[in-house]
Nanobody, 123 residues
Framework: QLQLVESGGGLVQPGGSLRLSCTAS????????IGWFRQVPGKEREGVSW???????RYTDSVKGRFTISRENAKNTIYLQMNSLKPEDTAVYFC?????????????????WGQGTQVTVSS
């Protein structure tokens, strides 16, 4: 069974940090581009960051300089390090895998999705 599982979400104060993990089972992430998306109620899923099979990275403008995406192939895991968190970063965060990349920020371009992990930034 092909599965992605996110972890690492939680409640953090503004200015704090969290590291999200996305671990795959049933397939190897080496061959996939991996994206992190986030969604708040009533809004579309937003592309946050992406890492290619060759470790090329992309970020949406609002998280540049604060978030870092990385992969650890030995653990079949992708990470999203989130620093200097702001209340507007509050959302459910999803990871997703795409075999072929066209537009990294487009949710429909992805083949597999995790169930999401809640991130809440609040004092």
């Amino acid at each position: 069974q092909l599965q992605l599982v996110e972890s690492g979400g939680g409640l953090v104060q503004p200015g704090g940090s969290l590291r999200l993990s996305c671990t795959a089972s049933g397939f190897t992430l080496d061959y996939y581009g991996i994206g992190w998306f986030r969604q708040v109620p009533g809004k579309e899923r937003e592309g946050v960051s992406w890492i290619s099979r060759s470790d090329e990275t992309r970020y949406t403008d609002s998280v540049k300089g604060r978030f870092t995406i990385s992969r650890e192939n030995a653990k079949n895991t992708i990470y999203l390090q989130m620093n200097s968190l702001k209340p507007e970063d509050t959302a459910v965060y999803f990871c997703a895998a795409q075999l072929r990349t066209h537009y990294w920020w487009v949710a429909l371009d992805y083949d597999y999705w995790g169930q999401g992990t809640q991130v809440t930034v609040s004092s």
